[in-house]
Structure formats: C-alpha cells, structure tokens
C-alpha cells in the first residue's frame, strides 16, 4: 500500500464460529478527498492462465445502474453496501471501514466456477498512481 495515501489501522478475520467468518478492516486515508479510483481486476485459476480481467471506475460504478456485471455481483454477494462505508459516488473524504462482513465455509457462488484453486488480484489505482494490491485466494471443493 502506498503509506502516502493511508495507514491500514485494522485487518482482521476473526473466527465468528467453526464456519463463518468475519473481517474487521479499518483504514485512516491520509490523502482527502479521494475522487478518482480505478480497480484492475484478474481472475484465475492457481497456476493457470486469467480467464476474466476487467478494470472498474470505482467512482462510476456507484454512480451508473448499468454497472459490470462481474463487479456488481461480488459487491452484491458480499454486501458491501451493508457491511462497509465504501457505498456511494467519489469523493472520498473519510476513512474506509468494512465492519463485520461475514465469510462461510459454505457459500452459493452469483457466477459458476469449478471444483479448484483461484486467485483474485486487485490492483486499486488512485490519481492514476497504483496504491494498493489485495490478493484473494480461495478454494472451491466438494
């Protein structure tokens, strides 16, 4: 992350139960307001080729109702607009909290992928400078 833009204070997935999960994620922006956030996003399969690869106008997103239908079903089935302040067009102009989001062992997924391994990369560009990376890896089984 770059420390210009913030300092993360919270990061944690606490175990609610022996199946369910919850990330606690709490992060100060030091550069307010944020008005001009581009995501990139690759999806693969571990040790595979990416086989979606989309970029995302994080302002627009909100902003627009025809919205990327990949994106809007992950900001969909993890409701996010419940969970975290990050709900509404640009600017930016407090901290970003995600409170309580819950995570089950057992999910129903909005698209249809495979029995396996995948990884999400996330590349959250701010003013055009690439600020953070979050990486997602997540298996799928039976």
């Not at 307010?32 to 627009?60: G, L, M, W, Y």
């Not at 701010?126 to 990486?135: P, Q, W």
Request: proline share 4%.
């Amino acid at each position: 992350m770059n420390p210009k833009l913030g300092i993360i204070k919270q990061c944690i997935i606490k175990a609610y139960n022996r199946e369910i999960k919850e990330l606690h994620f709490y992060m100060t922006l030091l550069q307010k307001p944020v008005s001009n956030v581009t995501i990139h996003v690759d999806i693969k399969r571990r040790f595979r080729s990416t086989f979606a690869t989309f970029e995302i106008d994080a302002c627009q997103f909100f902003r627009s109702t025809r919205r990327n239908p990949i994106a809007n079903a992950v900001y969909s089935f993890f409701h996010l607009q419940v969970y975290s302040n990050i709900n509404h067009t640009c600017p930016y102009d407090h901290d970003v909290v995600v409170d309580s989001l819950r995570i089950a062992d057992h999910i129903n997924l909005p698209v249809p992928l495979g029995l396996g391994e995948y990884e999400i990369k996330t590349y959250w560009y701010v003013l055009k400078k690439l600020s953070v990376i979050i990486n997602v890896n997540f298996m799928i089984s039976e």
